[in-house]
T-cell receptor, first 115, second 114 residues
Framework: AQSVAQPEDQVNVAEGNPLTVKCTYS??????LFWYVQYPNRGLQFLLK??????LVKGSYGFEAEFNKSQTSFHLKKPSALVSDSALYFC?????????????FGSGTRLLVRP | ETGVTQTPRHLVMGMTNKKSLKCEQH?????MYWYKQSAKKPLELMFV???????ENNSVPSRFSPECPNSSHLFLHLHTLQPEDSALYLC?????????????FGQGTRLTVV
């Protein structure tokens, strides 16, 4: 069965500094990987995804993520953080071998960007 | 606006009540999901429907009963809930048969069981 781990409950970073939110995954087949962001009392908003091809994918609001097959990781990054980036971030995976289309999420990482 | 609408946004119910949560998507998708988000276990997958057929039931108690009458609508019927069922219930949709596509989420229903 597929699984996702986000090892950090919270990441603190100063505005203007680069940020990284970590994610590792486990699947039987090939992974389809996603990042979502959640603001207070809202649903999840899609940021970016990795399907195949270039290991560095770019998404909304200046975010990007790097797929590393050997380390089974898909870390979210941004070169320069904004206070408005403060939110809850979720990594998710689908397994190409799973015909039920389950989308499994990690436990989430709270990002706090201080002015 | 993501194209997925959930009603009501907030619901308070007693343990003996029966209520239903509604989800509607206008994206032409044919797979729909229910997730439970609570402080203790963020984003638990509850049910998956693909082409109106339930394909996943993730060991959810029978006091939660899903219904998918067509590809645009998904319901979660609730009865005799417990206080620990208080959570944010999120609905999502995606395109069945295309696992490389992202899911779109509604705003959620904040459920409080008293």
């Amino acid at each position: 069965a597929q699984s996702v781990a986000q090892p950090e409950d919270q990441v603190n970073v100063a505005e203007g500094n680069p940020l990284t939110v970590k994610c590792t995954y486990s699947v039987s087949g090939n992974p389809y990987l996603f990042w979502y962001v959640q603001y207070p009392n809202r649903g999840l908003q899609f940021l970016l995804k990795y399907i195949t091809g270039d290991n560095l994918v770019k998404g909304s609001y200046g975010f990007e993520a790097e797929f590393n097959k050997s380390q089974t990781s898909f870390h979210l990054k941004k070169p320069s953080a904004l206070v408005s980036d403060s939110a809850l971030y979720f990594c998710a995976v689908r397994d190409s071998m799973d015909s039920s289309y389950k989308l499994i999420f990690g436990s989430g990482t709270r990002l706090l960007v201080r002015p | 606006e993501t194209g997925v609408t959930q009603t009501p946004r907030h619901l308070v119910m007693g343990m003996t009540n029966k209520k239903s949560l509604k989800c509607e998507q206008h994206l032409g998708h044919n797979a729909m999901y229910w997730y439970k988000q609570s402080a203790k276990k963020p984003l638990e997958l509850m049910f998956v429907y693909s082409l109106e057929e339930r394909v996943e039931n993730n060991s959810v108690p029978s006091r939660f009963s899903p219904e998918c009458p067509n590809s645009s609508h998904l319901f979660l019927h609730l009865h005799t809930l417990q206080p620990e069922d208080s959570a944010l219930y999120l609905c999502a949709s995606s395109q069945s048969g295309q696992p490389n596509t992202e899911a779109f989420f509604g705003q959620g229903t904040r459920l409080t069981v008293v």
